[in-house]
């Protein structure tokens, strides 16, 4: 039998502190097949962060010319900083046959799921907006300004789900990724992304 996959792009988005980083790392640890696009952005590494793993921090002056150069398949503001997803890594990926996770804001993924019609779109939903806060409170990344500004936004962004394909709340963390992991296992099963021959037919 000859195994045959067309690389999938794979698009995550949720509200900041919805637990999105923790289940996308155990799909990766998981999962060989799924690569992460590291992102470009003008924000400042957190503690731990780093460049041209978590993103590739860049400078306005680096981004504006990335952005004049056509290098970005989608950019957005978020939470009053710039991030952009880079085109070429993304194609070559897809190219070997690779699968690709985005975890991006939902500016962003609509303008990728018009761009790619043949993505996969999921939005991660945290249990309530309580619940939201008391992680972004807990997770001690951001200081308290931040945090205000990303729990402000976080209604807008959940406005937007109706534009996805799936929905999951993390509610709780191992249910949440079950979930993940058997939507991402349907759709690679998918005819128009797997081509398997079997020689003897
Ligand atoms: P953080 O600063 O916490 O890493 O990310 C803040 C938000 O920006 C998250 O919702 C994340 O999904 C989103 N984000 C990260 N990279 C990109 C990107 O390349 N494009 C867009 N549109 N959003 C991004």
Partial sequence: MIENRKGMLIVISGPSGTGKGTLCERLFDNDTSIHFSVSATTRAPREGEIDGVHYHFITDQQYDEWLAQGAFLEHATVHGHRYGTLKQ????????????????????????MEQKPDCVSIFILPPSYDALRVRLHTRNTDDPKEIQKRLGNARGEVKQLHRYQYVVINDHLDMAYE?????????????????PIIEDF
């Fill in 89 to 112: 890594p993304i194609e070559e990926s897809i190219e070997r046959g690779e699968n690709v996770l985005l975890d991006i804001d939902p500016q962003g993924a609509i303008s990728v």
């Fill in 179 to 195: 979930q993940l992991y058997h939507i991402i296992a349907a759709e690679k099963q998918r005819t128009t992304r797997y081509f």
